[in-house]
């Protein structure tokens, strides 16, 4: 599922989230996912908006597939980034396999009701033993933001369950605050995860 208005504020300001969210270095998180990974790893990055961590996963030997609902940020991630970049929703089969998924922060959007079967997804799409990093906001609820974008919010009870559920193993918990596009600060949490082996 792909929310109208969400897909609409990032066409809107594609070119102001690439700025806002570029970085001189990549996130401790993207380190730690990219050290963790086997040499020449197949990974999809699942909602790959501009392609900022794609391409860094990209300079580090990575087998990336960027994949987004949004057109503007795909072209960007093309254009600016050189990468292989395609737009899907989150309901397009995955083409895995894959050694790693990068899930950060793109899954808030869709529904509380739809998450258990995209984990599901994932969970398909990787190897045994593959690994995941998930991105997601604390919160309860659904709501959209000042700017229209809609987000889905989850205790971290919640989350860890979904996981496991899903066939998931954490491995590394951060709770973290970010400001976004909207310009409120908002609690999160970053899961670095295993998927079972069996």
């Known amino acids: 599922m792909?929310?109208?208005?969400?897909?609409r504020v990032y066409r809107a300001r594609a070119e102001e989230y690439d700025r806002r969210m570029t970085r001189d270095e990549p996130e401790p998180e993207l380190s730690r996912f990219i050290a963790a990974l086997p040499p020449g790893a197949r990974v999809l990055d699942w909602g790959c908006g501009p392609g900022l961590q794609a391409a860094v996963m990209q300079r580090h030997g990575v087998d990336v597939d960027p994949v987004d609902a949004s057109e503007a940020m795909i072209a960007i991630a093309r254009d600016r980034r050189g990468l292989p970049a395609r737009q899907a929703s989150f309901d397009a089969p995955l083409q895995g396999p894959y050694q790693g998924a990068w899930v950060s922060f793109s899954l808030l959007h869709a529904p509380r009701a739809d998450l258990p079967r995209h984990l599901r997804a994932l969970s398909e799409a990787l190897v045994p033993g593959g690994l995941l990093f998930l991105g997601m906001k604390l919160g309860q609820?659904?709501?959209?933001?000042?700017?229209?974008?809609?987000?889905?919010?989850?205790?971290?009870?919640?989350?860890?369950t979904h996981l496991q559920t899903a066939g998931f193993a954490p491995i590394d918990i951060e709770e973290r605050a970010d400001t976004g596009l909207s310009g409120r600060t908002e609690p999160g949490l970053l899961i670095l995860a295993r998927k079972d082996d069996a």
């Open 2 to 7: 792909s929310d109208d208005e969400t897909l």
């Open 141 to 160: 609820g659904e709501a959209r933001d000042a700017l229209g974008r809609f987000y889905a919010y989850y205790s971290r009870d919640e989350l860890l």
